[in-house]
């Protein structure tokens, strides 16, 4: 490039010489393009002397007028591109001198470049809300999870409830409220233009889990993630945009000096908070206590017929055994290098992380090759092509067992195996067999086997051609291609009668397609035209099988040729859907402080019912930058901008099959037997009715906002208002079940919901020095979300599965429909109640009292980060919030409500009621609650006493870093070291586990519903700490 | 002005994007139809007696599932009576035990709506029957009078559960459950008790008229006539349970066992008037939850169910009594029912000889009719190793004596608690049943959430316990 350069040089200043013709002043001009051999559109070309300037035109051109005799300084500038300063002689004979200009990308302010889906913008013409973050936000936040970790409180108004600490656990992620009820809430997530499956129900809640698609993408291998918030931003997405749109695009080969990047990271885990539960002592007790109080006498009945001899010297600590120190690392190598016709960047990943829960491993290997190629000029081929293979070892949580059974059934008067029992007692046995199989999570780790193996390839190729320089063609072609085999083995031991190998094997074909054409236009350097206009078909086939047999001693998976049974053994499933779409953007942009954008989508799906096949999603958005103005009368304020949209995006998370009447089939013998052949003979069964008017959620969304820059951005702030009706909401309305329908639920359109809220984000840089930098980035956005009506839905026809949390009309969308408690009785210790007339009661009957008591949703979630930099080092923090909302715990009903012996519980059960007078936190110590007048089911005893602020604040990380400077290396261009902590301290009122709450769910309906707010003996995030270097060579 | 910088093949260009765009759209539908394999209409589904069968053995099915006849009813009309010991009771199975179930109980929303499932199934039959083409008359009454059958049944016993018994009120006004005879997504409030008794007896008639003598393993009309005398025989009809029992006994062609245990085992049993079907193909077995009851966890030597002494004591009190076996017993142990476990795989006996015995004997004591009463009563004691009662015992004795067996010897059938509603009702209002009145609150179940929940205008039952 510099000899092209000199080349020019050399050129002009021979014309120097050859010159015969006379002028007082010359023109230069020339042409700027980029590495890719594409004209450089609206580059400041600016004469340093006189402050003249020119903007380059479309085809990159440029013409300098009027330029001095003597030597100039000519300064090339443009967003998103390095910035270049050219000397030229001009003599009095140079007449026309021609510079042309490679202007290179500049990665620092690819910043200022957002992804919107099909193209970019620059931040300043975007009139949508779109969030960004970069590699160097990603790239640390975590030893070998997932990228989600890396949105919190990075972007406002998106909600990221990390998943719980299992390995490579599923995260939450809702971006401006709850739209939906019974149709997914998660966003669309799109990378490098592939619209990604994503269900993280596939697994159903099996083991007490739910799986994470997104864990199998490696964060190293990102270079930035955009958050599409609004409708002007998402409504490009159309029938898929309504949740959100999070877009993903991974690193690119740049020209340049070929880099080499070594990173590795090693750490560990810890749970935030390990939980107290009684021990033997305390238990027995408590035990004791209640059954006096019921009426016994005499000593308290072991359980299982065990004798008080037996279980001398018995305690067991079952949390201690099932929790562990992780161990966790992650190495990524890759490459990054190119020329004018072949950039690539070539990346490899290794990690392995161990969670605290025992058993619990999650290892991913990937690899990744991106390859931009420019054979010709204007014409070029990107292949992006990655593959990965996740291996998570599981172990079952929370009502599945492990970490979920040391807490409950696991009593600490229970050895884990029967020979740890008192050698006088009668349970002693001399073998080393387990005692109390199904309530010993010991045995369950060593007797049972859970693997989940992940395969996802995901490739794109894309052409893309520019005919003339203004219109750009592009075609691309997706697929992405996950193998996930869900792998469980029973010992003989486990099941009591023979080796048992499960087998859930899914195979997954999204393939899609994209075709664009984007034409360009700029006139008289004030108007500038972008129009868009495209067509996509995306395809998605899953397959499902199952096996199960008792004649094997390994997992399926070890066995290569286990498809040989899938005659005998398999039950097959499938899911399949289409969409198809057109849609176009036009971009206008007036002297370049006026802006205007016009989205339209028009989506049609083979979900939808046939009444409804297509959809139409338009939106339209304006930006104005007042502080371009002359009449600006504020000069410390660089940059004011206000932004307006309006759009409709849709939601069209609904399972495929809901529009028809389906049928269960039954061929007897034939596949694997699901249990309803009768009489030998065959059966068949209608499951629903046909819905032909199904349809996509409709969400209208309005947002306003303004960006402010002050003292030429060491303060910067955005402000953004939005206001979302969904009409049309999903609703799984609830069949009597004397209807006898198999399926109770049907998918109809009927809500409507509201979210509207506000976001605010502030960054300064306090001090900004050349040795030493302090900044501080601060967010708050507050959400207000409510269910504007459900049809004829009662409030139990919409439920968030346990904990009671229920949709009415009114309130919003989550809220916890549980019978108010009052306080202890100080004379009976009885429970007090309150009834819906707020009178105190005795009465506890849920079918007459029940009353919104609270709700999921936050009233302001946030953050508050530092980063200072002092010489090379740096040193981060981040503090995560989130203010309001309740918890309902739904074991606490089980840790400090009824007594049982079947259960566990947690000392701050030692402050109940015990004589008269006496004022207590927990009633008199029963063993039913019908001594209550409740029911004798004590999974029924759900009231206020178990909800609890869901308020917390979390210091989510603390990083130190230190960047070698070496100077004249030969081997090292960079060396960063550093350190980091997450989640090192929580403040909450909580008692239980940790607040922040990833709980496994069966359906989307549940985790809208539910939230992030129902707790059930969940295992806790983890606290990790970890060190790690990066290399670039 | 820009346009005119545009170059016409450019224009083509993007254009022909376009075009290509649109043509797919316009004939888009034919690749977005992906329709899943289990999606068609009934039309397409229900059309030939081959699938009227299959339609119909769905029905049949739902009747054997571990909610229904395959074990639950049997469970819960234990736990609510006095045959089961709640030590270790808890969820449930202990609300039930305990008499207060509430509005979200797991196994009361799976008897509502697997019970339901059967009435469905029977009804989607019914609505389809005119049009098949490849049936007789006969043959469509045949089914007709099946699914009419099923339907009575599931009726019958889920308004035994769900609300107070025949004569609660002294006109059958109570409330009882919802009529179903449509397959449809239709709010439907609860009819009352005299309602759902008059549908059961309608459909029962029309059974009994429709079906055919021998209907192989499918229900024939000596099995709606033997569910006619249970459904007199509860409502304290001697007259017509007489009958009904009498000409089941008669010309049904089944035949007393000799054992009294041959009904739960696999192939050796003449009784079985109506019986739910078990093959060895797959998981094809009516009986799957019976064997979980009292499957012993050998890690803990306890089985989930435990008999009360009460009902253990009853049966052992005479040393002689072979129905002492049914139980497992050993010094120190807990005591659970065993007569489950001969056989893993058998028909589920829901209406067999011996219970028709009972309710003959019964109605012809009430009728007056002692000796027939001892002589039916007779057959059950002898073959049972106890002597027999004497001619000339008095009514009184005959009754009680009758009553005792029928409780020992029906343990688990589904039969307990009904029958103590059903006494109550007829000679003893102030009856307590394991410390609660007969006709308190929680001794019927709650309606569940999933009764109540899709309309509105459900009733739930009072819910103050017991």
Known sequence: MKKALLLYLFFSFSCLFLSTDVYAQATIKGNVTDNNQQAVVGVNIVLESSGAGTVSDVNGNYELKNVPVGENVISFSFVGFKSETRIVQVEASSGVIQLDLLMEEDAEMMEEFVVVGYGTQRKRELVGNVEKLVSKDIREVNVGGGFEAALQGKAPGVQITSGSGAAGGHAVVRIRGTSSISAGGDPLYVIDGIPLSNDAFILGERGGLNNNPLSSINPDDIESIDVLKDAAAAAIYGSRGANGVIIITTKKGKTGKPSINFSTKYGISRPTRVLDVLNTDQWLQIQQEAWENSGNVGRFELPNGLSYEDIEGIDTDWIDKVIQTGFQQEQNLSFNGGNRFIKAYLGGTYSNSESFLRGNNFERYSGRVNLDITPIKRLQFSISSSVSRGLRDKSEQAWSGGLGWAQSTALPIYPVYKNDFNPAGSAYSEEQEYYNLYGNPIAQLELTDLKTREIRFLNNLRLSYRPVDRLTLAVQGNYDFSDIGDYRFEDEMWTTTTDISKAWLFNIRNFSSTGTAEWQAVANNKHKLTILAGTEYQNYDRETLYLEANFLDRHFYEYDEFRDFIDTLAYNGEESYQFFSLFGRLNYSLKDKYFAQVVFRRDASSKFGSNNRWGNFPSVGLGYIVSEEDFWFLPKVNYFKLKASFGITGNSNIPWTEQYATFDFNQNPGLFDSGLSYNGGDTEVQRKFSNPDLKWEVVRTIDVGADIGVWQDRLTASIAYYHKITSDALLQEFMSASSGLEELQLYRNVGRIRNQGIEFQISTKNISQLNFTWSTDFNISANRNMVLDVGNATPDALDGGFGDTRVLEGYPLGVNYIVPFSHVDPESGRPVYLDRDGNETFTYSPATMRQVTGDIHPDFIGSLTNNFRLKNFDLGFMFYYSIGGQIYDDAAKRHLGVVTPDWNMRPEMFDRWQQDGDVSEYPRLVNSMTEWGGSGNEWQNNHTLWLYDASFVRLRYVQLGYNIPFRNSKVFDNVRLYGRANNVLTFTRFPGWDPEIARDRVNDQERNVGGTSVTYLTPPQEKSFYVGANFRF | ?466
């Open chain 2, 1 to 466: 002005m820009m346009i005119k910088q545009l170059h016409k093949y450019q224009l083509l260009a993007a254009l022909s994007i376009l075009f290509c765009g649109l043509c797919l759209s316009s004939c888009g539908e034919d690749f977005l139809s992906t329709v899943p394999d289990n999606a068609s209409t009934i039309e397409e589904q229900l059309n030939t007696k081959e699938d009227a069968r299959k339609f119909l053995n769905a029905a049949y099915d739902a009747l054997s599932f571990g909610n229904v006849y395959g074990g639950q009813f049997a469970l819960v009309s234990e736990l609510m009576a006095d045959g089961i010991d709640g030590q270790n009771l808890d969820g449930d199975w202990n609300a039930h035990y305990t008499r207060s179930t509430g509005i979200f109980v797991g196994t009361t929303r799976n008897m509502m709506h697997d019970g339901f499932k059967a009435v469905a199934r029977a009804n989607n039959v019914l609505r389809r029957l005119d049009a098949i083409s490849d049936m007789s008359e006969t043959e469509k009454s045949q089914f007709e009078g099946e699914a009419k059958f099923i339907r009575a049944m599931i009726h019958f016993d889920l308004l035994r559960f769900f609300a107070q018994p025949y004569g609660y009120s002294s006109d059958n006004s109570h409330l009882g459950i919802a009529i179903r005879t449509t397959f449809s997504t239709d709010l439907v409030n609860r009819s009352s008790v005299a309602d759902v008794y008059a549908q059961v007896i309608s459909d029962l008639e029309s059974a009994e008229s429709l079906l055919p003598a021998n209907n192989g393993n499918y229900a024939d009309q000596y099995a709606a006539k033997a569910l006619l005398a249970q459904v007199y025989f509860q409502m304290n009809d001697f007259g017509q349970a007489f009958a009904y029992a009498d000409e089941v006994i008669s010309n049904s062609g089944n035949t007393f066992d000799d054992d009294h245990r041959a009904k739960y085992g696999f192939g050796n049993t003449n009784e079985l008037i109506f019986s739910l079907v078990s093959t060895d193909i797959g998981q094809d077995n009516s009986n799957g939850e019976f064997r979980n009851y009292f499957r012993i966890d050998p890690s803990t030597n306890s089985a989930s169910v435990l008999s009360s002494e009460s009902i253990f004591n009853a049966s052992t009190l005479d040393p002689n009594d072979l129905r002492g076996l049914n139980w497992f017993n050993q010094p120190g142990e807990q005591i659970f029912c065993e007569k489950f476990r001969i056989d893993s795989i058998y028909a589920n006996p829901v209406i067999h000889l011996t219970e028709m015995y009972f309710i003959r004997a019964e109605s012809a004591l009430e009728n007056g009719d002692t000796e027939s009463a001892v002589n039916d009563l007779n057959m059950i004691r002898d073959r049972a190793g106890l002597t027999s009662l004497s001619a000339s015992a008095s009514s009184g004795q005959v009754l009680q004596t009758i009553r005792d067996d029928r409780r020992i010897e029906l343990y688990f059938e589904n039969d307990r608690l009904h029958e103590l509603k059903r006494i109550a009702v007829h000679d003893s209002p102030d009856m307590v049943i394991r410390g609660a009145d007969w006709d308190c609150p929680g001794m019927v179940c709650q309606i569940p959430d999933n009764e109540l929940t899709g309309n509105p205008d459900m009733e739930p039952n009072p819910e103050a316990g017991c």
